[in-house]
């Protein structure tokens, strides 16, 4: 067994973050591509809980969910720092990171999977909270939330091509440019068209579902 390993899906934003956060450590590790639709006894063992990934093994040990896992990389391997020092600016990176996983996850998934009034709905909650972050915090991004929006960079492209609708601010569509042209962003996100064709191919199946 590898020091560190990552299991982790190609189309989850949650084991992104993580992988670019180990490339930005220099932190060498062994990844596990995981189905979740065949589990492998691993991923059981290690999260009997929830079943899913990212899973993050140091020396044997499991840690769960992404921002912990974050948390935890940034103080094992110290250098250099995702998080500020100073404990107020650490506060409000974990406030906003959770307001991103619980907010933008959920109309992401409205978006995606509704159509009609639930998904314009949707569209204008997601639309929103673009502009809520816009004010509030994006124009003094530390590392850490830079890899929690980033790292969905290329799902927000795909979801403005299901929707024809833009989504993003000019501001926040800029700086999602720039993240993407970082060298750990190239190596670890997948390709927009391959996230285009899943996004689609689990689409119809709800859609199906509505027809008569």
């Excluded at 589990?39 to 992404?66: D, M, R, T, W």
């Excluded at 850490?144 to 969905?152: E, K």
């Amino acid at each position: 067994m590898a020091d560190v390993e990552l299991y982790g899906m190609s189309a989850s934003t949650f084991s992104h973050r993580i992988e670019i956060a180990l490339k930005i450590k220099g932190v060498a590790y062994e990844y596990v591509e995981e189905d979740l639709q065949n589990k492998s006894q691993n991923l059981l063992q290690y999260n009997p809980i929830y079943e899913k990934v990212p899973v993050l093994i140091h020396e044997g040990k499991p840690l769960l969910e992404s921002l912990i896992i974050l948390k935890y990389i940034d103080e094992t391997w110290k250098d250099p720092p995702l998080l500020s020092n100073d404990p107020y600016n650490r506060s409000r990176v974990r406030f906003w990171a959770n307001f991103i996983n619980q907010t933008f996850m959920q109309s992401s998934k409205s978006i995606l999977l509704c159509h009609g009034d639930k998904q314009e709905k949707a569209i204008v909650e997601f639309v929103e909270n673009i502009a809520m972050l816009d004010k509030e915090i994006v124009k003094d991004f530390p590392a850490a939330r830079d890899l929690v929006v980033g790292s969905r960079s290329r799902w927000v492209k795909v979801l403005e091509k299901i929707t024809g609708v833009k989504l993003v601010t000019t501001f926040i569509s800029s700086w999602l440019e720039a993240f993407e042209d970082l060298e750990v962003a190239k190596v670890t996100l997948p390709d927009v068209d391959k996230y285009f064709a899943r996004a689609v191919a689990v689409r119809e199946k709800p859609l199906a579902s509505t027809i008569d």
